[in-house]
């Protein structure tokens, strides 16, 4: 007998493998439209514009570097969500990515404090 | 084929290719969080010029970064067309999303190639070191975007991009929007905020 024809023992818990005609279906389903990827670029390019015309606003001035972390946040969490498909994927996903996410905010914080560039 | 896609699925009912591919992503937050934090660490301490004031383009780098956004809406658009089994439609898009990622690599060449010019290399001062560290490494990534996105094309070329591939273009796509954040980030901390007056 060949070794590619050994059965497997048979899985006798919850089934919780899916096919992939079930995937497919899923995945499918839960992305968003074309009409809704095309309306999250106009976004996106309505905010990068938003941010380019704010840097040549000297009013702005102080509140500027706010300002620009607060659109740039807003583009991040629309491409990570609607783009990456973490809005509607699985939440294990969402924690892989966003621990590491905060971690490194954490150290970029502590680090620009510890040395001194505490300006943002 | 049932046997092979079943071997992809862990006790979580998860693909384990994504749960890997999400793992590497977290992990390349932390190299890019370590090269933008040392950036910002030593913004506006450099002893020698020319500084981020003098030679930074603004218009341009804003041209790229709409392509590089332009470039995720044809990815998505992409994956659309795999999981429909729009063979045409994919291939389209694809070639769309690699063409535009090899646009911003011809911008970043550009002002690569205009800051040397300038006097700024990777060895002239505290900017140069960080500035071109952080967007080289950047740009690399785009760059194994741009080789893996073609592979993907010469597969559907070849017939090998049905619908039963749907999962390996949206790992594909995961990568290269992630390259997409990375850059917003960099667009607006390093070329947006620009602190310390430098030399």
């Known amino acids: 007998m060949s070794p590619h024809n050994v059965e497997t023992p048979e899985y006798t818990g919850p089934d919780r493998r899916r096919s992939s005609e079930d995937e497919m279906t899923e995945v499918v389903s839960s992305h968003p439209s074309t009409a809704e990827y095309v309306g999250i670029a106009g976004i996106l390019t309505v905010l990068t514009l938003m941010e380019v015309g704010v840097f040549y606003i000297p009013a702005f001035g102080t509140v500027l570097a706010p300002v620009l972390i607060v659109l740039s946040a807003a583009k991040m969490v629309l491409v990570v969500g609607f783009y990456m498909h973490l809005k509607n994927d699985a939440n294990l996903f969402s924690v892989i990515f966003l621990l590491p996410f905060f971690l490194a905010l954490f150290v970029a914080l502590g680090l620009m404090f510890l040395f001194g560039a505490w300006w943002l | ?199």
């Open chain 2, 1 to 199: 084929m049932s046997e092979a896609v079943a071997a992809h699925y862990t006790s979580t009912g998860l693909d384990t290719r994504k749960i890997a591919f999400w793992t590497f992503i977290g992990s390349e937050t932390l190299l890019f969080g370590t090269l933008i934090t040392t950036y910002l660490l030593y913004e506006g301490r450099s002893v020698a010029g020319p500084t981020q004031h003098d030679i930074l383009n603004i218009p341009l780098t804003s041209v790229s970064t709409f392509v590089l956004l332009m470039s995720s809406l044809a990815m998505v658009l992409g994956l659309a067309g795999v999981s429909e089994g729009n063979v045409k439609k994919a291939r389209i898009w694809l070639a769309m999303t690699a063409l535009l990622g090899l646009v911003f690599l011809g911008f970043q060449a550009y002002e690569f190639t205009h800051f040397v010019q300038e006097g700024l290399t990777i060895t002239t001062s505290l900017f140069g070191s960080t500035f071109f560290t952080l967007t080289g490494c950047h740009g690399l990534h785009v760059a194994v975007g741009v080789i893996w996105l073609s592979t993907l094309l010469v597969q559907s070329f070849r017939g090998n991009l049905g619908s039963d591939k749907t999962t390996t273009v949206e790992i594909a796509g995961l990568y290269w929007h992630f390259v997409d954040v990375v850059w917003i980030v960099i667009f607006t901390l390093v070329y947006l905020i620009q602190r310390g007056g430098g030399a």
